[in-house]
């Protein structure tokens, strides 16, 4: 709700009484970015709740893997490090894959310190895919990092709301990462940074007929 209040809150104040005009557009400035931050609370929200309430959806798009080199490209578009194999395929939706590594490398550069630099790399481990997204950014404190993918948590509060993050980006990871039977790890040292690991289980061979 605090965005939301935010904005009324303002609102009230610009009918209560007369304001010179620097102030007023002080009070529109807040309003708009408040109006941003919750256009992006409820688009995670609505994401979330399609992940966790169409999952048979996902899983047959999943059926086909995606192009985990489009993925990055894609992505990169808009964020930009390097992309993995451009053979390589991970066993989930090209949407969902798309909506995970986003919300990772949106994390990792957003997190940083001036000057940081964020890797991302994907392979295959025994039955088990995985995308790994690390940079030497701020870091996360051990004591916050049991509750790192709960809805809503923040660590860094203030730099939170200053950026525009809603608290449900890596909650989105982890409901996507447990779409497909998998799971994300994190490694994270306070100032050296933090790694995000994807795991996602790669599907069984198929036994031939005889």
């Not at 009484?17 to 688009?43: G, K, V």
């Not at 919300?103 to 392979?123: E, T």
Request: glycine share 6%.
């Amino acid at each position: 709700k605090t965005p939301l209040t935010s904005i009324r809150g303002y609102l009230e104040l610009l009918k209560s009484s007369q304001r010179d005009e620097e102030t007023r557009q002080q009070f529109y400035e807040i309003i708009d970015i408040e109006a941003d931050r919750l256009m992006h609370l409820i688009t995670d929200m609505l994401e979330l709740s399609e992940i966790e309430n169409r999952p048979a959806l996902d899983r047959q798009e999943a059926a086909e893997g995606c192009n985990l080199a489009e993925v990055s490209q894609e992505v990169m578009a808009q964020l930009q490090p390097i992309a993995p194999d451009p053979n390589l395929r991970a066993p989930a939706a090209h949407r969902r894959m798309r909506q995970l590594l986003t919300n990772l490398m949106s994390n990792a550069i957003l997190y940083n310190k001036p000057g940081g630099a964020v890797w991302v790399s994907a392979g295959r481990a025994r039955d088990h895919f995985f995308l790994r997204v690390r940079d030497n950014g701020i870091g996360i404190p051990e004591e916050h990092q049991a509750r790192i993918f709960e809805r809503f948590y923040r660590v860094y509060k203030e730099r939170s709301r200053a950026l525009g993050g809603t608290g449900l980006g890596l909650s989105i990871v982890k409901h996507i990462a447990q779409l497909y039977g998998g799971s994300v790890q994190l490694e994270s040292r306070p100032d050296e940074g933090s790694v995000f690991t994807v795991y996602l289980p790669l599907p069984l061979p198929q036994t031939p007929v005889a």
